[in-house]
């Protein structure tokens, strides 16, 4: 072949020409030889050299690629044996036109050349590799398709073919272009990202390490209790069973039970470091230190452990019950020996003794109590309830003084608020974002999936024609109408983003064709071919968009992964500016925009089932959201409004007593509660709007909800305490004088505040003190709900002691003269006997005919002092206040409920001293004597209490607490981060279809950039090389190593690389002859305004001088380069010097809550270990920054409310252990509600958090008040006989108006509308009220009644003794 023909190749053989016929600089660059002999002319060469000039604006990135191309395209041409690696195949037999050539190549050649080149990619295009996997596929794709001069380019591989030498991509190009010059990427360890722990598998079920060592711990944990408990066995029966009471009995079980202890832990350790074959079995756990265990041996020492465990637990068992079995013998044969004193008589003196005590301690109560806090309160009490009127107008005044300030509440919506903090990274990152560059563009998204599901491929005639006419009607049809009184018309040209100042940028595969009808018709049997085609040549202007901007499958296709060709869904992007001057209108433009898309997409004849996202779309959604869920939130707040109010009266069955029914009734002081509670709220949002905190609609939908499940609770306590003490006194036993007078209401609940006082005080305080303390995260919503939560728990206590009591003794009073609940005008007739419980009917008669009770008191008390045995003492008649007992010299100083004290001792007649009488005795008084209880607490007192301290029942609740917490931990650590978008929205939102497309079909994730902050000089090429991904940049440049990161997709847009390529391209960039830069078709304007340089790098004052000129350059058929695109990109100050740059990138495909994790992670990783002064954008990464610190930010919360609970547990209870066991327990309860989130697929947020907060907060209400109780209890009691006290008096209020209220508040939020509120509230409400009544009512207790003691109390520093 020879001369210079683009239509014409002869079939004829020509003898080579010498060097003189080839122009200098050409092919002897690649070929020496040819400088003696070639096969091409001079104007061969000429051309090959200004072809390649072009080519080098796609290839040339890789210097590499671009010298093996050359050495290809040289021996084409010019190479003296053509003839042996060309053969025509067709020749036309007149002219002798060479018609289909095979073009023979070795396969070592065609596949090094392919490596050098597959990596190269140009202006956002794909890299080759991507698109052309095979080097045939690369040959034919690129080089075959439009091949100017043969018809037919067949490419053969094969031993017979072209050769030469390669020059590996490694030597000349890149990161960026190359692979093989990368450094390696920095691992996932480094990165921290996030479900990065290997997963080992067991029997097909997923075990992380950690899982392995939780189960270990809590066998070993089991051994060691069982091992335990069998050594104190061991000592304790040995002196009582003659066989074992030697040593040598004990010696041999001491050292079998060691070895068995031994044995157990360790094996499974020696285990592991045994080499086991690995090819024998198929399951193996491989442990952190590299060691592997085989499944088979594991589950043999499981089994083997279990064995022991079983047979300790069999012997353990069977000693308790022989324990238990011999204690009940002792006490049949001590009832035997006391038996006479059941029919003793009581003494009249000692009744009369009795009574004058009361009479003397109902006379002077206030000095009865020896507590600091009881004294407080109990003054506190008698004076607020004096003049109830002046204190209800007081409280009523302050609300209404501090509610004007909600006029100037504001509620804060911009979600970058809510969660990011104002100096946290990511905000101050945008901040300088949007300075420099302005604010990130609005995007308005459809997703187009085909209706018919048939097709082989949606590369469709039809589908495109309908595509081109959906996305026409959508840029034409959307104007609209300003209401502002200047009647203007906002079309989408003026809000459009138009990076090359052409047109609107409307990312879609229909811009292949221009979004031209016509020439989609002039391709009309061949789209997929013409997509093929210009998938080879994006950089192609008849390829590019109208605007002149490539078109990348992977943003406009969607449902492929290796091959575009097999998409099944088109993505049509819409992009507008974003400037704050413009948001109003583009909202307004949007609403119009989504109302014809939902108008297109309801069309029966529209051929797409479109999914669609607008930038307004989730704002809107949410809004619709909350407003949705307004009546499921009214209800729930109704129930426990209904709950509380008809469960604070008491009522007898119809139709005994009907009239009591509308006395007897409290829904008027229920419903005071309720407007109490509103009150705390009002003071709340008032003092937090006077502080300039901004409200949330997680406080709106919160707080509420919150306040009033804890205000309730103090509510019931309040309530029933008063209803226990407000009775008759005791001084009417044996005398029927004054028997159904009543102490004053006021007296009633003074003793009541002193009773729960310090209590509800303690769990009011803990609670404020834990949300204040929340306070010092950083996260806005999570600080401004606990600001909120804080002085409204703070205001709601307050209140409660105030107002709240003096309407109880308002309507206490109301009650006793007999007026109609909710209508105090009118009254009943009759007395007050429907409203009475005698708690002394028939009891006088019994205790005045007990005349010798001093004589039968003296020999019950020898036969008990004479009698060693556990169980007489435990019938030790109770002697509270008595002057002999040490043990009771603090007892006065307590008003017990009568219950209560029955459940653990004697007879206590309304909460004063009792009498000294055995226990049968009491039993028959207490029969009759009881006053009227419920249901529940009778199941409490009788069943529940003793359940609860029973042995058995403490090592049972102990294993299954602890092996709780110990599965707990275990899923504490695996629980998810993040807030799924779907979860946010309404179950029938639009939104739903869009994201779960978007995550099924989008190749692509979002756009980030890459921000240079400092002032560098881009002219100069030591620093272009530290950007830059060209020949001769730095292989570790900021491009380069962000190319080769994770969660990046390859293919970084870099103004900096396209200016050195525009600025070495024949035909980019021309200028007059004095150097003015101008356009090529001008005349006079062909020179050249870089001239060559052996580095390949411009001139520094030439860079300077036509960089802006470069910014605005548009492509064309000679340089397809387009810096126009790049406008945005580069900013300059005054001087002419770049202020600030940034280059163009987008993550990879981001499908899960991690993926958006770990995205922000890598990003920040690399720009932290960059030597130049860089950050990365993206206007996800405010909403995901507090996810890289959510788990620290909930960690610091929840110990920070622990703190506070300890604290002020420790300063009202004054007994630091029983503090430790209730913060145990509430951090109990926080470590399973983890657990119980990551089991329910409830990820970690900023809800969540607020959550886990109100969870402590929750948690201490249902262990305090045991705990308080617990404390005061009578001194003599044993720990077992304090808890039964506590469970008597507390278990039932707590259940009933604890537990119940929240249960009942909760299970109405099952039917919400929206996802967010059933998995955040309801599920996690749910779970808070059920982990915290099993640790307050069970746990508690039972560690109460193991370490409960007050050896360690401080607060004998703050009891006033009384004179004697």
């Not at 060469?45 to 080519?55: F, G, K, R, S, Y």
Request: hydrophobic residues 40%; glycine residues 4%; charged residues 15%.
């Amino acid at each position: 072949m020879y001369g210079v023909s683009s239509s014409f190749v002869e079939a004829k053989d020509f003898p080579p020409l010498n060097n003189t016929e080839i122009a200098p600089n050409t092919c002897q660059l690649t070929h020496p030889e040819y400088s003696i002999e070639s096969c091409c002319n001079y104007n061969q060469t000429l051309i090959l050299q200004t072809n390649m000039l072009v080519a080098g604006g796609i290839f040339g990135r890789c210097s590499s690629c671009m010298v093996n191309l050359y050495n290809l395209w040289c021996a084409s041409s010019c190479s003296p044996y053509q003839k042996s690696f060309m053969v025509p195949t067709k020749v036309d037999n007149k002219t002798d036109q060479i018609i289909a050539i095979d073009f023979v190549l070795h396969p070592d050649f065609a596949n090094g050349l392919y490596n050098s080149c597959r990596d190269v990619h140009a202006n956002g295009a794909q890299p080759f590799g991507v698109m052309f996997p095979t080097a045939q596929l690369f040959f034919t794709g690129v080089f075959s398709a439009v091949n100017p001069t043969f018809k037919e380019l067949n490419w053969v591989f094969n031993n017979e073919g072209y050769n030469d030498a390669i020059v590996p991509c490694s030597e000349g190009c890149s990161c960026d272009q190359c692979r093989d010059a990368c450094l390696p990427p920095p691992s996932y360890k480094d990165i921290g990202l996030l479900n990065d722990t290997v997963i080992q598998t067991h029997l097909l079920i997923e075990v992380p390490h950690f899982t392995i060592w939780i189960v270990w711990s809590f066998l070993l944990f089991l051994l060691s209790l069982l091992i335990g408990f069998s050594i104190w066995l061991i000592f304790k029966y040995s002196s009582k069973i003659r066989y074992f009471k030697g040593k040598k009995f004990k010696t041999v079980m001491m050292i079998t039970l060691g070895i068995l202890f031994i044995c157990t832990v360790l094996v499974p350790f020696v285990s592991t470091h045994q080499v086991i074959d690995g090819k024998t079995t198929s399951c193996m756990w491989k442990l952190d230190d590299g060691k592997e265990w085989n499944c088979s041996f594991a589950m043999g020492v499981s089994i083997y452990i279990m064995i022991t465990l079983l047979l300790l637990s069999i012997v353990v068992l069977a000693c308790i019950i022989v324990d238990k079995t011999n204690s009940n013998r002792n006490s049949r044969r001590i009832l035997g020996i006391s038996g006479g004193i059941i029919n003793q008589q009581v003494n009249n003196d000692e009744i009369q003794n009795f009574n004058n005590n009361n009479n003397n301690r109902n006379n002077n109560s206030n000095n009865n109590y020896s507590n600091i806090f009881q004294k407080v309160f109990y003054w506190y009490g008698i004076n607020i309830t004096k003049r109830p009127i002046i204190v209800l107008i007081c409280c009523l005044l302050f609300t209404v003084g501090i509610g004007i300030g909600i006029i100037s509440l504001e509620i804060e919506t911009d979600p970058v608020k809510l969660w990011v903090s104002p100096d946290s990274r990511s905000a101050m990152e945008k901040q300088y974002f949007d300075d420099h560059f302005g604010p990130f563009y609005r995007v308005e998204q459809l997703i187009l999936i085909p209706k018919q599901k048939n097709l082989s491929t949606i590369f469709n005639y039809d589908l495109f024609k309908s595509l081109i006419d959906i996305e026409t009607q959508l840029m034409k049809n959307t104007s609209v109408k300003l209401n502002d009184g200047s009647n203007r018309i906002i079309t989408l040209d003026q809000l459009c983003f138009q990076p090359t100042k052409r047109g609107c940028l409307v990312e879609s595969i229909t811009g292949i064709f221009q979004r031209d009808q016509n020439k989609l018709n002039s391709q009309k049997d061949n789209v997929i071919g013409w997509f093929e085609q210009c998938k080879s040549q994006l950089l192609s202007p008849e390829c590019m968009d109208s605007t002149g901007v490539p078109v990348n499958p992977k943003i406009v296709l969607g449902g492929w992964n290796d091959n575009s060709t097999l998409a099944k869904a088109f993505v049509t992007t819409f992009l507008l500016n974003n400037p704050d001057s413009m948001i109003d209108r583009s909202m307004m433009w949007e609403q119009v925009w989504l109302n014809k898309i939902q108008e297109i997409s309801n069309d029966p004849s529209c051929p797409f089932e479109i999914s669609f996202n607008a930038q307004r779309s989730v704002q809107d959604e949410l809004a619709r959201e909350g407003n949705a869920d307004i009546p499921t939130i009214i209800v729930s707040y109704f129930v426990m409004f209904l709950y509380i109010s008809l469960s604070l009266g008491s009522y007898y069955p119809f139709p005994r007593r009907f009239n009591s029914f509308f006395i007897r009734s409290r829904f008027a002081l229920g419903l005071s509660g309720i407007c109490i509670v509103a009150c705390s709220i009002i003071i709340s949002v008032g003092i937090c709007s006077i502080l300039r905190i901004k409200a949330t609609l997680i406080i709106s939908e919160v707080i509420p909800f919150l306040v009033l499940a804890i205000g309730v609770d103090n509510i019931f306590i309040l309530v029933n305490t008063f209803e226990s003490l407000h009775v008759a006194p005791s001084s009417s036993i044996g005398s029927n004088q004054n028997r159904h007078q009543m102490p004053t209401p006021e007296e009633s609940f003074a003793r009541t505040l002193a009773k729960v006082g310090p209590s509800i005080a303690l769990a009011s305080l803990s609670e404020s003190f834990a949300f204040l303390l929340g306070s010092l995260t950083k996260m806005p919503a999570v600080k401004a709900f606990s600001f909120y939560a804080s002085i409204a728990v703070f205001f709601d206590f307050l209140l409660q002691i105030s107002a709240f009591a003096c309407l109880l003794v308002l309507d206490t009073k109301r009650l006793q003269s007999r007026r109609v609940d909710c209508l105090p005008c009118l009254s009943l007739n009759g007395d007050n006997s429907d409203l009475e419980d005698d708690p002394f009917d028939n009891i006088d008669q019994q205790l005045n005919s007990n005349n010798n009770l001093n004589n039968n008191l003296n020999n019950n008390n020898d036969n008990n002092n004479n009698n060693n045995n556990q169980e007489e003492i435990e019938n030790e008649p109770l002697l509270i206040n008595g002057e002999d007992d040490d043990r009771n010299d603090n007892a006065h100083n307590y008003n017990y409920d009568v219950d209560a004290l029955n459940v653990v001792d004697g007879l206590n007649i309304n909460n004063e001293e009792s009498l000294p009488l055995s226990k049968k005795r009491m039993s028959s008084l207490k029969k009759k004597s009881k006053k009227k209880t419920t249901l529940l607490k009778e199941l409490f007192t009788k069943y529940y209490a003793p359940f609860l301290v029973h042995p058995i029942s403490k090592l049972l609740i102990i294993i299954f607490f602890v092996a709780m917490l110990l599965f707990s931990i275990n899923y504490a650590y695996q629980i998810p981060i993040g807030l799924d978008q779907k979860v946010a929205l309404p179950r029938n939102s639009y939104l739903q279809a869009y994201f779960t497309n978007m995550n099924q079909f989008l190749e692509v994730g979002p756009p980030m950039y890459i921000v240079v902050k400092g002032n560098y000089d881009f002219s100069i090429p030591s620093i272009q090389n530290q950007f830059c991904t060209v020949g001769g940049c730095n292989n570790n440049s900021v491009i380069n190593t962000f190319d080769n990161a994770p969660f990046i997709s390859p293919g970084i847009s870099s103004w900096l690389d396209d200016m050195l390529q525009w600025s070495n391209t024949v035909g980019c960039c021309t200028a007059f002859d004095n150097g003015t830069y101008c356009n090529s078709d001008e005349p006079g304007c062909d020179q050249q305004c870089f001239p060559l340089e052996k580095s390949g790098r411009p001139d520094p004052s030439l860079f300077k001088k036509y960089l802006p000129a470069f910014l605005n350059f548009t492509n064309t058929d000679q340089c397809p380069l387009a810096g126009l695109a790049y406008t945005g990109d580069v900013k300059f100050n005054s001087d002419g010097s770049i202020a600030a740059t940034r280059f163009d990138a987008y993550h990879t495909t981001l499908r899960t809550q991690n993926d958006f994790i770990n995205a922000l992670a890598t990003s920040y990783y690399l720009a932290d270990h960059s030597d130049a002064q860089v950050f990365t954008y993206s206007i996800f990464y405010c909403f995901f920054e507090a996810y890289l610190t959510i788990k620290q930010v909930a960690l610091k919360g929840v110990l920070l409310a622990l703190g506070s609970v300890f604290f002020v547990s420790l300063a009202i209870l004054m007994n630091p252990l029983v503090s430790i066991l209730v913060v145990l327990c509430v951090g109990m309860t926080v470590v399973d509600l983890l657990a119980v989130m990551t089991l329910w697929d409830i990820s970690l947020n900023a809800i969540s958090v607020v959550n886990l907060i109100m969870g402590v907060g929750i948690s201490i209400e249902f262990c305090v008040h045991i705990a308080s109780t617990f404390i005061r209890s009578p001194k003599h009691y044993s720990r077992d006989e304090k808890v039964k006290f506590a469970i008597s008096e507390m278990g039932a209020n707590i259940f009933s108006g604890i537990f119940i209220t929240k249960l009942l508040g909760c299970v109405v939020l099952a039917f919400s509308k929206s996802e967010i509120f059933i998995i955040y509230y309801f599920k996690m409400y749910m779970s808070i009220c059920l982990l915290a009544a099993v640790h307050g009512l069970v746990l508690l207790p039972v560690l109460l009644s193991i370490f409960g003691t007050n050896k360690f109390s401080f607060e004998k520093f703050l009891t006033f003794k009384k004179d004697n």
